[in-house]
């Protein structure tokens, strides 16, 4: 098992925990968004009033009343389900894990985009697929490439996207291509993998359904989480699937850790219960446009002109691309760290296959719009020192 | 795979859920027994004072204060170990499903004790290993049937046993079997899963020190939970295992689910920091201990003679086999629950390779004092009235 990219995570963490160092590079959300003073309360009723339930187990799936509410809020955006189609899980993370597990065996090709999120092939590689890659550009994955990769693949058994605010590049599917990529996973019989977990936070721009939407063959199964529009310290995500994948997958799980916290189920759905997690969401979109607005202008002020970056319309990330032969990864530990003291992810270990080292990505959401402004500065004034042109 | 042995719990666990049916199936701990009043006040302070920590991310190895704090628990328990030898585990089956994850390819042989905790088979199971199985006596698993199993497979993989009042037959391996199961793991190579979630909950005799104490060569993973000490709902457990082998599982924790739940971290951390969870397993040993001594005694009083049963020096559990020929699934589902309004688990579900059906295993934990008499009073009162001799 190739263990070098885990690895790779982990020093950015320990990096992030570095006090001197701005780090750019996990996708942490916002600490001062989470709703404590809400939480407080609802915590201490949980314990004092149900304790001895919510201390408890509790049966695999989830409890009953979360798994209804997450149906409502999933019917309402566009994808009609009961809670016997919802299978709570230790963070969508956990999804990817199960739904590999399930699908899987050695050398089953699995299909990415190109780049991807690093966190999927991490939970992937332990099952030894084998990857594909599909190019992306500003509409997401291109479907005529996907068209041709079955072609060449035919046994392909899963698909995997993150349609929405992609993690690392920020880039959205179009509506056009999620109706392409159902009519095609139909064709060529291909399970669909759809990871959302940053969907609700979109800043600008009209929402699109979900893939799933389309499905009418239950080949597709949609991952949501908690973790960026409540708190990920609960660790709690969720899986949209047909009954049949739902009990399937419930299974793994149950043999896998037993059952999410019933403690922390019972917190998200008191919360459901007494707060407007809509209103909620609408502060911490609010702030994440702010702070991306800021990381995005003062990348433009800062930085060389060479260096161009997505505009996201939601989620927690932009993606930079560097001349070509710029190797972020050297960059960081030569300069950006000891000079700079700021942190990003270096793009490569985001490729399934060929590494590109051009690339960066950059999350807005976790530090402050000071430390946003003060950290992309120093980077940008280095950079521009550095530069053949200055 | 296989999904029958995950339904059959799950029918159980449905089943334990009808209130009209008095349960002795589910391994739950007495809910009376939570600390709530303490946890309450924890709670609260874990999100009012700390709560932009407690609802965040954190290391995926679990919080450092945790992992000090069960380091230390545990080399006063003769396992010499530090904060980096311990990873906090989603319960004690996270820890099944990541060691088949390290270990097993398809094919491996996994030695067990003859019955062994179905749970662990469910967690084995999606890695495709075959079974081999060692009888096991009043003392635990039989040395010399280890060792010719051993001889029989050279390339055994794993040993796993549940060495502390054995989920499912109560039983509890000697030291001396300790000893000769390290030479013989040394000797053949083997990798040990000492898995010990009962392990506090001793109700008479001496503590046996844990096979990890004597293990020289860092082959054995041990693991413990909070589940039966402190409360299930919250979801945490832990391995203790050499460094390395601690970063190989933290690594396949990160994949799998990313971490525990901060806050569920933290809430433990805070309980073994500000309370005597010592004091408190006392008084979980007194309760179980008399629940056990309640149960043996309604089974001596009201069951035929010829169903004979084992007497745990702790855990939860006492093993119950019948004549030759009675089949317990059979017989509670024809019987115990349509008559006696009664539900245990059938024990053929804990067998590897050839199902034994008559056995069952009983929980003393879940039921208070008199439903405990009342349950098993008129399972026994049915069983007379069915026995031939009657």
């Known amino acids: 098992m190739d263990v070098m990219k885990p690895n790779a995570i982990r020093d950015l963490l320990r990096l992030g925990a570095d006090p001197r160092v701005i780090s750019f590079g996990g996708g942490y959300p916002d600490a001062s968004l989470f709703p404590i003073t809400e939480l407080e309360g609802i915590v201490h009723e949980a314990v004092a009033v149900s304790g001895r339930d919510t201390l408890q187990y509790t049966v695999s799936n989830g409890i009953p009343r979360l798994r209804q509410q997450i149906a409502e809020r999933m019917t309402r955006d566009s994808i009609p389900c009961a809670e016997d189609n919802i299978l ?175 403690l922390n189920m019972s917190i998200a759905s008191l919360y459901l219960e007494r707060y407007d997690i809509d209103a909620h969401i609408k502060t911490i979109r609010e702030t994440y446009r702010r702070k991306k607005d800021l990381m995005l202008d003062t990348i433009r002020r800062t930085f060389p002109q060479n260096v161009s970056f997505t505009d996201p319309s939601g989620g927690l990330f932009t993606w930079l691309t560097f001349p070509e032969g710029f190797d972020t990864t050297r960059f960081m530990a030569d300069h950006a760290l000891p000079e700079a003291k700021v942190a990003y992810v270096p793009g490569a270990t985001f490729f399934p296959l060929e590494q590109r080292v051009n690339h960066a990505r950059f999350s807005y959401s976790t530090q402050a719009d000071e430390v946003i402004v003060r950290g992309v500065s120093a980077l940008g004034q280095l950079l521009t020192s550095r530069s053949p042109n200055h």
């Open 88 to 262: 709570i899980l230790q963070g969508a993370q956990q999804g990817l894990d199960l739904v590999a597990k399930m699908l899987i065996d050695k050398g089953n090709v699995i299909i990415t985009e190109n780049p991807t999120f690093l966190g999927a092939l991490i939970a992937f590689n332990p099952y030894e697929p084998a990857y594909a890659t599909v190019r992306m550009d500003q509409d997401g994955m291109d479907m005529d490439e996907l068209e041709l990769t079955l072609q060449r693949n035919p046994g392909a058994k899963l698909l995997y996207t993150v349609p929405d605010f992609q993690n690392p590049t920020g880039v959205t599917m179009s509506l056009e291509r999620r109706k392409r990529l159902i009519e095609l996973a139909n064709r060529y019989d291909l399970m669909v993998l759809e990871d959302s977990p940053y969907r609700e936070l979109r800043y600008q721009g009209t929402p699109i359904p979900p893939i799933k939407s389309f499905d009418t063959e239950g080949r597709v199964i949609f991952l949501g989480s908690f973790s960026k529009i409540l708190a990920p310290g609960l660790r709690l995500g969720w899986a949209v699937a047909s009954e049949e994948l739902t009990q399937q997958l419930g299974l793994l799980k149950l043999a896998a850790d037993t059952q999410c916290s019933t």
